[in-house]
Structures are given as C-alpha cells and as structure tokens.
C-alpha cells in the first residue's frame, strides 16, 4: 500500500512561484499514474494535473497550462509540480493521489492513497 505525503506549499505573492512535492511510501510507485488536485474551501476538489509511469504522458487543466509543470522521480519516489506566475486563483490545498483506473481520468473519485494535502496561499 502505497502512502502520500505533500509539502512545498506557503504563501506567496502573485507572479510568484512554488514547486510541490509528493513523496511515496512502499514499492511499485513507478507502476502508478499520478496525479495533482486541489481543492478550495467550499469548492470541490478539482484537477491539476497527471503523470504517467515514466514521466510521459503528462495532462494538465486548462487553469494551469503554461504555468504548471508536472514531473516525477521514480527513484526519489517523489512528484513535483512546479507552479509559476501564480495567481490568488490558484489559492487551495494541494492534493496528490495515485491513479487505480486505467486510462487515467481527471475525476478524483478515480484517484487513491491521498495524502494530507499542502496549502497554497497566493495573495494579490
């Protein structure tokens, strides 16, 4: 069973930048797809982005193309997301999950193992 563990979030101003990581506990990590979420209060938790096994296959939501870059380390364990020219939209908690459907989606319902989450605050 695999455990999650999100850090990297803060506070940050707009136009700022932070890079999130997501560190996995136990074997077979290289075997899931990944994926990033967030969630606002009051607001359901929605998609950022996904990776697939070796690094390929990346998707992204319309919210953060060109400014969101999803990565993976299969040797460290560990998915990043590199957030640039942050905007006060973007303030939520960070989520990431493993993928148990194939193919992937973009529903957090098709996502498992979620960690504690890591707050992201940008203020304009």
């Known amino acids: 069973q695999v455990q999650l563990v999100e850090s990297g979030g803060g506070l940050v101003q707009a136009g700022g930048s932070l890079r999130l990581s997501c560190a996995a506990s136990g074997r077979s990590f290289s075997s899931y797809i990944m994926g990033w979420f967030r969630q606002a209060p009051g607001k359901e938790r929605e998609f950022v982005a996904s990776?697939?096994?070796?690094?390929?296959?990346?998707r992204y939501a319309d919210s953060g193309k060109g400014r969101f870059t999803i990565s993976r380390d299969n040797a460290q364990r560990t998915v990043y997301l590199q957030m640039n020219n942050l905007k006060p939209e973007d303030t939520a908690v960070y989520y990431c999950?493993?993928?148990?459907?194939?193919?992937?989606?973009?529903?957090?319902?098709?996502?498992?193992?979620w960690g504690q989450g890591t707050q992201v605050t940008v203020s304009s």
């Open positions: 999950g493993r993928s148990i459907v194939m193919p992937s989606t973009t529903r957090p319902q098709d996502y498992a193992s």
């Open positions: 990776i697939g096994y070796s690094g390929a296959g990346t």
